[in-house]
C-alpha cells in the first residue's frame, strides 16, 4: 500500500495494490498489521458503516466532541470530494482543510484522526461511502461545522445549491463549534 501524505499532519491517503485482469479486480482494503505499518497508527476499529447519497448531497462537516473518531473511509461506488479539517486548537494546522477525490475508480482510503472534522460532496450520479470509526456513534456528542463557514473557504466543487441534512444546515461557524483543545 502506497501512503500520500496530505496537507495536514497526520491525515493520510492511502492507495491500494490493485490486483486485475478481465475477470475484474482484487484489493486488501483494510488489513491491521499492514495499516499499521504503513501508517504508523495503531487503530482499533469498531463500527463499520456505509451509506448511499445521489449527486450534490453535501454532508458535514462532522466530528464527535466526545468519543471522537478515527476514520478509514472509502468510496466503493461513484466519486466524492472528501474534505478535514483541523478542529484541534493546539495543533499548528488548527482551522486548515485538505480535500481529496475518492472514487471506486481510483480505490484510495483515507485516513481521518480524531480531533478532525470531516464531510463530502457526492460529485457521480450517486455514491457508496463506507468507512470505518475507532469509537461508537454518539448522537449526544455529535457536532457539525457548517459547510460553508466563511473563514475556512473550502471550494466545493458545486454544479447547484447543495443537497443538505436539517443538522447540516444548523452546523456552526468553526469560531463558535465546540472544538478540541
Known amino acids: 500500500m502506497k501512503v500520500i501524505r496530505s ?6 491517503i492511502m ?4 490486483f ?3 475477470r475484474g479486480f482484487f484489493y486488501e482494503s483494510y488489513n491491521e498489521n499492514n495499516f499499521a505499518e504503513v501508517t504508523g497508527v495503531n ?5 463499520d458503516n456505509h451509506s448511499r447519497s445521489i449527486r450534490n448531497v453535501l454532508r458535514g462537516l462532522h466530528y464527535q466532541i466526545r468519543q471522537p473518531q ?4 472509502r468510496v466503493t461506488v461513484g466519486e466524492v470530494y472528501d474534505v478535514v479539517v483541523d478542529i484541534r486548537r493546539s495543533s499548528p494546522d488548527f482551522g486548515k482543510w485538505t480535500a481529496t477525490t475518492l472514487s471506486a475508480e481510483n480505490k484510495r482510503i483515507l485516513w481521518v484522526p480524531a480531533g478532525f472534522a470531516h464531510g463530502f460532496l457526492v460529485t457521480s450520479e450517486y455514491a457508496e461511502f463506507q468507512y470505518k470509526t475507532t469509537d461508537y456513534w454518539a448522537p449526544q456528542f455529535e457536532r ?3 459547510w460553508n463557514d466563511p473563514d475556512l473557504k473550502i471550494p466545493w466543487p458545486l454544479q447547484t445549491v447543495p443537497l443538505l441534512s436539517a443538522k447540516d444546515r444548523q452546523g456552526s461557524s ?3 463549534a465546540e472544538i478540541f483543545a
Open 7 to 12: 496537507e495536514l499532519a497526520d491525515v493520510l
Open 15 to 18: 492507495e491500494p495494490r490493485v
Open 20 to 22: 486485475g485482469d478481465d
Open 43 to 47: 487503530a482499533h476499529f469498531v463500527q
Open 70 to 73: 478515527g476514520k478509514l473511509v
Open 144 to 146: 457539525c461545522i457548517l
Open 174 to 176: 468553526l469560531n463558535e
